[in-house]
Nanobody, 123 residues
Framework: QVPLQESGGGLVQAGGSLRLSCAPSGSSFSRNAMGWFRQVPGKEREFVAAISWDGANTRYADSVRGRFTISRESANITVYLQMNSLKPEDTAVYYC????????????????WGQGTQVTVSS
């Protein structure tokens, strides 16, 4: 069973917005830091944003800071990625990951993943 399930991807015009959601399927990750990553064909998966287990701390890639916002609901179950002012270069498969710790760790410490959701931004 895939531990995380992403949703909310789709096709949007440049300048538009999308909100991605990530929910656990089975296991609870209420005490884990969570992150969003993205990958395009032929390239490695890259970090986008992360949030600590309690929502108190966030971190963003330079390429999305000021445009994307990561959040998690009060019950710490579902994690969101609000994406505004989308650009064609944001086109990728977006993955949700759960870290093995509660604080925001290095990218190598995300051990649980979803199957990804496609985001396509047209120019």
């Amino acid at each position: 069973q895939v531990p995380l399930q992403e949703s909310g991807g789709g096709l949007v015009q440049a300048g538009g917005s999308l909100r991605l959601s990530c929910a656990p399927s089975g296991s609870s990750f209420s005490r884990n830091a969570m992150g969003w990553f993205r990958q395009v064909p032929g390239k490695e998966r890259e970090f986008v944003a992360a949030i600590s287990w309690d929502g108190a701390n966030t971190r963003y890639a330079d390429s999305v800071r000021g445009r994307f916002t990561i959040s998690r609901e009060s019950a710490n179950i579902t994690v969101y990625l609000q994406m505004n002012s989308l650009k064609p270069e944001d086109t990728a498969v977006y993955y949700c990951g759960a870290a093995i710790v509660g604080y925001i760790p290095s990218t190598s410490q995300y051990h649980f993943w979803g199957q990804g959701t496609q985001v396509t931004v047209s120019s």
